[in-house]
């Protein structure tokens, strides 16, 4: 398993959409499995679960992002799962490492659009 966590801040629709798209435009077989959304007074979560094969380990990979949003403080967790083929102990964990740095530079590469200029 291979998790990463940040602070970002911008608008949380404007994120998930910069994420899917950069998550699928990244990684060929890469596709949305699932998506929850929540909302509770002031705050929304958003959940997204990616999927996509990983040559290295001749299996599929699994990539869980979920933003905590808060006005336009982002709080984003990335963790990626699935990569290893043995029973008792984790092995080849190349694919979930592959993944995540996919997700960490799709993270990264997010330029929230800037503020208006106030009026005056």
Known sequence: ???????????????????????????????AEDRADFTDGGARMAVRVYERYSAMGGNRVSLNLSVLAVGEKLSVSAITAGGSQAVFFKMNTFGEEAFLEKAVAAIGSFAPAPEAPAAG
């Open 1 to 31: 398993m291979a998790h990463h966590e940040c602070e970002l801040t911008g608008q949380l629709d404007s994120f998930l959409d910069h994420f899917d798209a950069e998550i699928l435009r990244t990684s060929a077989s890469a596709q």
